[in-house]
């Protein structure tokens, strides 16, 4: 703690501070080490959350501990000082390498911030990094010191907005990557896409609202600016060479699923599209897919029974926001499943017997533009998390452009402020006002109405497949 205070500035204990460890830890038998990856800052903004800088341990680090007592070894902050949500919860892989004819222990790593790590298990010290997506927030990462060298317009100062590369998503999120040391190649679920950072209006001052809500500290981004498309891909990426090997471009912004590397040259990964896909690990040719009927997002893992091998992996999309799919999930007509593959397997996945629900209205409601942008802006602050931005579901919570409930105004309350599927996961906001819960209601028939002239998306139908 001690060492961490150093870094810090201003009264950063009234905003959170930040480096939750909420995914990436590994074992160490080796040196009898858990190594875990830290989050970002909270909020993202360090002019809030740290005036006058610091690097901000342990944000966005890998920490060393001993297995036995939790003792700190060592740490590699792949951000010091984060602004941008660039944090290093995303796998820690363990290898070993043979660099410069000396067989190593390394730490393979790609967080959010589009650069390949290579580290050092035993000493915690950089042995190369270079980005694997175009990146513009540095220019590189120095090999003495382990640190990047940041371009300073990535940090957005004196009030002028800036497009950073990669986005708050990341190059590389939660879907895990593999290493096949036959290959000698990394697998990277990976994206290309910005985001427009700028200060928000009340930066002197600014606190967390109450309730439920989006607050990271970034204003909103003027109209005139905005990223270029998203694209993602499956990389292969060689860790000696710091190059890639091949890619396979996927649809949508956030195309790829979970990755397993095999001994035998195969590579299982799943997509958002839906299909399951084993690939040659050495050049990416596909060998196989299986249409889930759902997304398949999640680790694939291989395993042996009775000396048969088997591979898992479970289906259903969990985006918040539609993605532009051809055919799009829903939270409600989508099926979850977890399903197993193995050679020979005989067994078909039925076809789900849901259809998608039309978009829901009520013809005597009459929408009051003024309540609608209000609405549209509570909406955005409490409900996009979850729902989807502009109202656009993904799978991960229910579609309230077809959901009956908003078209009620006593059922919506009892939702929204009183809770009444709080046991569902819906959180009961209960410091909405009554217009505030009107206006809700507003903009939501009004991107109902919109929406319901737009082309309608296919539906989610399984295929009838062999499994």
């Known amino acids: 703690m001690q060492l961490a205070a150093k870094t810090w500035n201003g009264e950063w204990w009234k905003y959170g501070g930040g480096a939750t460890v909420w995914n990436a830890m590994a074992y160490d038998p080796e040196y009898n080490r858990i190594y875990i990856g830290t989050g970002n800052g909270a909020p993202w903004n360090q ?3 740290s005036p006058g800088g610091g690097d901000n341990l342990f944000v966005c680090s890998i920490v060393a501990l001993d297995a036995d007592t939790g003792k700190y070894v060592w740490h590699y902050q792949t951000n010091p000082g ?20 000396t067989e190593r222990p390394v730490i393979l790593h790609a967080p959010k911030n589009g650069f390949f790590y290579v580290i050092d298990r035993e000493t915690g010290k950089l042995i190369s990094a270079r980005n ?7 220019k590189s990462i120095d090999s003495k010191t382990g640190r990047p060298i940041e371009n300073p317009e990535a940090r957005f100062p004196d009030g002028k907005a800036a497009i950073v590369y990669p986005s708050p998503f990341g190059a590389h999120n939660i879907e895990a990557m ?27 001052g600014w606190a967390f609202p109450e309730g439920q809500r989006i607050a990271n500290g970034i204003g909103t981004p003027p109209p005139n600016l905005a990223p270029r498309k998203s694209t993602s891909f499956l990389l292969a990426w060689n860790p000696l060479t710091q190059r890639e090997a ?36 050495d050049s990416g040719k596909q060998l196989w897919s299986f249409d889930a009927g759902a997304a398949v997002m999640a680790q694939p893992i291989t395993y042996l029974v009775g000396g048969k091998q088997y591979v898992t992996v479970i289906s259903g999309a969990r985006f918040a926001t539609a993605q532009g799919f051809a055919r799009e999930w829903s939270y409600g007509n989508q099926t979850w499943r977890v399903l197993t593959f193995a050679i020979g397997g005989k067994d078909k996945l ?60 006593a059922a919506f309350a009892s939702v929204l402020v009183d809770g009444a599927l709080v046991s569902r996961g819906m959180p009961a906001f209960q410091d909405l006002s009554a217009a505030e819960d009107e206006a809700l209601r507003h903009y939501i028939r009004q991107r109902a109405r919109e929406q319901s002239v737009a082309v309608p998306t296919k539906l989610n139908r399984n295929q009838d497949e062999g499994q």
């Open 132 to 138: 694997y997506v175009p990146v513009n927030w540095a």
């Open 246 to 281: 091949w890619r396979v471009p996927l649809e949508g912004p956030r195309g790829s699923g979970g990755t397993a590397a095999t001994a035998g040259n195969l590579l299982f990964a799943g997509r958002a599209t839906g299909q399951f896909t084993a690939l040659a690990a």
């Open 47 to 49: 002019k809030i959350r």
């Open 82 to 101: 984060e602004t941008w949500d660039y944090n290093s919860d995303m796998d820690i892989e363990l290898a070993r390498l043979k660099i410069d004819g």
């Open 350 to 409: 039925p076809l789900s017997p849901h259809d998608v629900p039309p978009i829901a209205d009520d013809a005597s409601f009459r929408v009051d533009v003024a309540k609608a942008k209000q609405g549209q802006a509570i909406y955005a602050d409490r409900c996009a998390i979850c729902h989807g931005a502009n109202l656009l579901s993904g799978g991960t919570a229910p579609d309230l452009l077809r959901s009956a409930i908003p078209t009620d105004a």
């Open 178 to 204: 593999s290493f096949s040391p036959k290959a000698g190649l990394v697998f990277i679920p990976a994206m290309d896409q910005g985001r427009v950072y700028v200060d928000p209006p009340q930066l002197k």
